[in-house]
């Protein structure tokens, strides 16, 4: 069983570059994949007359492939309809028995009053996350897998009401609590997918689980911790069954990123296992080897349609 993740960057019918553009390099990209189970961030939907809004974009991007024919479920808005931008997807050779999605359910919305907004803001206001985990059951003859999908908030500062001009900020002050609000979102995110985990095996002690997706965050940093729930961390042995192992250690250091920011190569996505699928854990692979700097000059997305992320793909012997 091959499983893999890949944010495959603002999936869309856009005008520069096309979506055929777009799919001549990464049609290539899935196919390498091979993957059984795929895990897809930032699929945008598309309207269509007198349909709801779906994943028209996708629909291109996979005819003639394998993936064409798997069982597939989305993230979708009150409306049951894809959202308009940064759809999670699960596309499975292998039957999907149960799907979810979960936003603030085991997390309330965050009070906080933002100190440089203007005008000022005399009492705290919600602070909630604007996407959701996608959470599949996935039926396997050797026993049925807990996979969950995320996207975790981006490190771009939120919205702080009159610091602002264009894109730039009027303050420093404002900049760097629009930063802290994004930090809190992120995290808060990562409290929500380990509450899930937990509750997984709170009923199955040895669940079959796999998260993977852009965390948006390196490894040692918060998100990716508090989701891995070292026993370093916990400092009870007890809770050692239920960490979760971060597959990118099997690669080697020097190939251990999926995305490029000023020369610097940085692990923003991830793949994590629970213990009881060691014994069938292979190998895994980062497909970065034409991975561009998005941060160069001229890196435009005329210039490179493909995603400015790498996927990651995990080999399992189910």
């Not at 007198?50 to 808005?77: D, K, M, S, V």
Request: proline share 6%; with cysteine; hydrophobic share 35%.
């Amino acid at each position: 069983m091959r499983v893999a993740t890949f944010n495959i960057e603002n999936l869309d019918e856009t005008k520069s570059p096309t979506l055929e553009e777009r799919i001549l390099v990464l049609k290539p990209q899935l196919l390498r994949l091979n993957a059984d189970i795929l895990c897809l961030q930032e699929v945008h939907g598309q309207e269509r007359d007198n349909q709801p809004r779906g994943l028209w974009a996708l629909e291109a991007l996979t005819e003639g492939t394998p993936y064409q024919g798997y069982n597939l479920t989305h993230t979708e808005t009150s409306a049951d309809q894809a959202y308009d931008k940064r759809n999670l997807v699960i596309l499975s050779r292998h039957p999907i028995l149960d799907t979810r999605q979960v936003r603030n359910e085991y997390v309330d919305d965050l009070m906080y009053r933002r100190i440089t907004a203007s005008p000022r803001e005399e009492e705290a206001k919600e602070v909630s996350w604007e996407r959701p985990v996608l959470y599949a059951k996935i039926g396997h003859p050797e026993g049925h897998v807990h996979l969950i999908n995320i996207h975790l908030k981006s490190r771009l500062p939120s919205a702080v009401p009159g610091q602002r001009e264009g894109f730039s900020y009027k303050t420093v002050s404002g900049w760097a609590e629009g930063y802290f609000i994004s930090s809190m979102k992120r995290v808060g995110q990562a409290l929500e997918v380990r509450l899930m985990i937990d509750e997984i095996f709170d009923s199955e002690p040895d669940a079959k689980i796999i998260v993977c997706g852009d965390f948006n965050s390196e490894p040692g940093q918060v998100p990716v911790e508090a989701i891995a729930g070292r026993v370093e961390n916990t400092g009870n042995p007890e809770l050692s069954l239920r960490q979760l192992v971060p597959c990118s250690n099997s690669i080697p250091k020097e190939a251990r990123y999926s995305h490029l920011h000023e020369g610097h190569g940085n692990l923003l996505d991830h793949m994590m296992i629970s213990r009881s699928l060691l014994a069938h854990y292979e190998s895994a692979e980062i497909h970065n080897e034409i991975l561009h700097d998005e941060s160069i000059a001229f890196a435009t997305d005329k210039k490179y349609p493909e995603s400015d992320h790498a996927p990651f793909v995990v080999q399992f012997s189910l």
